[in-house]
């Protein structure tokens, strides 16, 4: 194995030169930076993690924990993506990610006693549960942090716009003349469950239209199988919405199929419209109009937040509120009001 000794010996520079330069201290030539990176490539020499932790002090390693009822994580499509951007953005960086479960040898421990037995510089939290013990003790600790997809105070956050993009939807829905809109909303328990639905209400009331109680249908955490449920459930209704904004692709791909498998199609019989924009839903017959979630943004965003939170060694507390917007495609129809 290649060393830093053998980096000297080859150029003739001393094991400190070689050292500034493997770590980029500026105080070092052009020359000198030339000669020994060349040295570094033609030797083949790897810098181990131990040694670069020790001379930097810090284990460039970025704790990852998912923090949601629905057991998804990173299987999520939307969790997926945000964690991918934010992976390519802290690689850039020279950060290594670690997924953490509560379990060290078998024993449960709490997110922060996982994070401080592996040393990690920084934790990026995925959480839409709005109450959670483990979440608030992280928060509390002095390791760097931001969540994605919460809001919350004394931490740095990053999320969509959530009521704007539940006002995109019933406006689009309106604009095609449906007055009759129904709501499949996610968990209460979740932060976005509980925020699109207050903006669906918000603009049923701002555009003069009535939520029939039986209209609103709990989806549950955000699955295939909740939402087709729900519209199982919906079906039965005698007087049926001729539109339904759903609060997560994933449970308007489930209701598609419910209204399918009752022999009725979208968006002849019902337009259908989600949140997320998750990748299958262009591909599907018909495609999904729905509100995207700018995955790349959130991603980046977070790593940058949390990069700045290391790099300055000390938590910050900022709110970064990401835009959405509508995606049209085919499972949405305009309608014509029945002339008396």
Same mark, same amino acid.
């Given at each position: 194995?290649?060393?830093?000794?053998?980096?000297?010996?080859?150029?003739?520079?001393?094991?400190?030169? +070689?050292?500034?330069?493997?770590?980029?201290?500026?105080? /070092?030539?052009?020359?000198?930076?030339?000669?020994?990176?060349?040295?570094?490539?033609?030797?083949?020499?790897?810098?181990?993690?131990?040694?670069? !932790?020790?001379? !930097?002090? @810090? $284990?460039?390693?970025?704790?990852?924990?998912?923090?949601?009822?629905?057991?998804?994580?990173?299987?999520? =499509?939307?969790?997926?993506?945000?964690?991918?951007?934010?992976?390519?953005?802290?690689?850039?960086?020279?950060? %290594?990610? #670690?997924?953490?479960?509560?379990?060290?040898?078998?024993?449960?421990?709490?997110?922060?006693?996982?994070? @401080?037995?592996?040393?990690?510089?920084? /934790? +990026?939290?995925?959480?839409?549960?709005?109450?959670? =013990? %483990?979440?608030?003790?992280?928060?509390?600790?002095?390791? =760097?942090?931001?969540?994605?997809?919460? %809001?919350? @105070?004394? *931490?740095? +956050?990053?999320?969509?716009?959530? #009521?704007?993009? $539940?006002? &995109?939807?019933?406006?689009?829905?309106? $604009? &095609?003349?449906?007055?009759?809109?129904?709501?499949?909303?996610?968990?209460?328990?979740?932060? +976005?469950?509980?925020? @699109?639905l207050e903006g669906f209400i918000s603009a049923m009331k701002k555009n003069k239209l009535t939520v029939p109680e039986e209209y609103l249908i709990d989806?549950?955490?955000?699955?295939?199988?909740?939402?087709?449920? *729900?519209?199982?459930?919906? &079906?039965?209704?005698?007087?049926?919405?001729?539109?339904?904004?759903?609060?997560?692709? &994933?449970?308007?791909?489930g209701a598609i199929a419910a209204i399918q498998e009752a022999g009725l199609k979208v968006p002849d019989d019902f337009s259908i419209i989600g949140f997320?924009?998750?990748?299958?839903g262009r591909y599907m017959t018909p495609g999904l109009t729905t509100i995207r979630q700018e995955t790349t943004l959130i991603g980046k965003t977070a790593? !940058?937040?949390?990069?700045?939170?290391?790099?300055?060694?000390?938590?910050?507390?900022?709110? /970064?509120?990401? =835009?959405?917007?509508?995606?049209?495609? !085919?499972?949405?129809?305009?309608?014509?009001?029945?002339?008396?």
């Open positions: 194995m290649v060393t830093i000794y053998d980096i000297a010996k080859k150029t003739g520079y001393s094991i400190s030169t +070689v050292s500034k330069v493997l770590n980029h201290y500026s105080d /070092v030539g052009d020359k000198a930076k030339k000669i020994i990176n060349e040295a570094v490539d033609e030797l083949g020499y790897f810098p181990s993690s131990s040694a670069r !932790t020790l001379s !930097t002090k @810090r $284990s460039w390693t970025i704790g990852v924990v998912f923090v949601e009822d629905s057991g998804i994580g990173i299987e999520h =499509p939307f969790f997926n993506a945000v964690i991918e951007s934010f992976k390519k953005s802290a690689e850039k960086e020279g950060y %290594d990610l #670690l997924f953490a479960s509560n379990n060290i040898g078998n024993e449960p421990k709490t997110y922060v006693d996982h994070f @401080r037995y592996r040393g990690v510089d920084g /934790v +990026v939290v995925v959480c839409s549960t709005l109450n959670s =013990p %483990d979440m608030d003790r992280l928060m509390e600790s002095d390791i =760097p942090s931001v969540v994605i997809d919460l %809001d919350m @105070r004394g *931490a740095n +956050v990053v999320y969509s716009d959530n #009521l704007l993009g $539940s006002e &995109l939807a019933v406006d689009y829905l309106y $604009s &095609l003349g449906h007055k009759k809109i129904a709501h499949i909303y996610g968990s209460k328990t979740l932060f +976005v469950g509980e925020q @699109r989806g549950g955490v955000f699955t295939y199988e909740g939402g087709k449920k *729900a519209m199982e459930q919906m &079906l039965k209704l005698k007087d049926l919405p001729t539109a339904v904004y759903v609060a997560g692709d &994933l449970m308007a791909i997320d924009d998750i990748q299958i790593a !940058t937040l949390l990069i700045e939170q290391i790099n300055a060694k000390e938590k910050q507390s900022m709110s /970064v509120k990401i =835009p959405v917007r509508l995606i049209e495609r !085919t499972s949405c129809k305009a309608i014509m009001e029945m002339v008396e």
